[in-house]
């Protein structure tokens, strides 16, 4: 059973807290988010959903500290981002926030195993070849250890970029429609990896438009035209992906 997320969490509890968040674009300002208030908690995994161009990767890039907000405060464990210098935001994200991206980032030159090590070992930490062989193997990829990108499916490379991600244990979790390319089975093995991370107290921000995998999540953050527009849990019952999607039809927030 799924933890139910408290709106009367004490605020010190927090991991992200996004308060009143403005991001505008061009000359002739588009208001990509508009007032947008949220916070994540260790344990919970949030997803965030709503139309194209309803402001979710933009709130997922302020949220990861890769963008910054026209106005309005992210506050990571109490730090602003938006007070840190440039580097400090990259060591930042390096120790504490793990990105999975819909383009999966992988180097080319580096084996599966080298790229899911690689951002531990920029932050300085060790990573044994047993830690590294696990990873590869809960993404159900042991045997694709030492083979480059380009030797890899759409599919094996975003299992690639799950496990380099999780790897490293970070405090938040961010992945813009992880499972977007993969097949059922894949994309419930990637769902049921980020179900482990949250469990064991990453606070885990997806955005995804498919009603399945939000109902793996703890609760849904409806976006609409840059500005929430239902916020609610997830039931623990077989019908969630059914009661998600009639949910988010009927405020019109569909894909």
């Not at 300085?124 to 159900?140: E, F, I, Q």
């Amino acid at each position: 059973m799924h933890p139910t997320p408290s709106k009367e969490r004490p605020p010190a509890l927090e991991l992200v807290a996004l308060r009143r968040l403005h991001r505008s674009t061009g000359s002739a300002p588009v208001h990509a988010l508009d007032d947008v208030s949220l916070r994540l908690y260790p344990g919970i995994l949030t997803a965030l959903m709503g139309p194209s161009g309803s402001g979710k990767s933009t709130l997922l890039h302020c949220a990861a500290g890769l963008d910054t907000p026209t106005s309005g405060r992210v506050l990571l464990g109490g730090t602003d981002v938006g007070a840190l210098s440039e580097r400090r935001r990259t060591l930042l994200r390096r120790e504490r926030i793990g990105v999975v991206f819909q383009a999966y980032n992988l180097v080319a030159s580096l084996t599966a195993a080298q790229n899911i090590a690689l951002p531990a070992r920029l932050a300085g930490r060790r990573v044994s070849a047993g830690a590294v062989r696990a990873a590869l193997d809960t993404v159900g990829l042991a045997d694709r250890a030492a083979h480059r990108p380009a030797q890899l499916s759409g599919g094996q490379q975003q299992r690639v970029a799950i496990a380099r991600a999780v790897l490293t244990r970070t405090e938040v979790l961010v992945a813009d429609e992880p499972t977007g390319s993969l097949d059922s089975s894949s994309a419930a093995a990637v769902l049921a990896l980020l179900r482990r991370c949250t469990e064991q107290g990453t606070a885990t921000l997806l955005v995804t438009h498919d009603p399945v995998a939000a109902a793996r999540a703890d609760e849904v953050v409806v976006l609409r035209d840059g500005r929430v527009a239902d916020r609610f849990g997830v039931p623990d019952t077989s019908d969630a992906a059914a009661t998600i999607a009639q949910r988010l039809a009927g405020i019109g927030a569909s894909r």
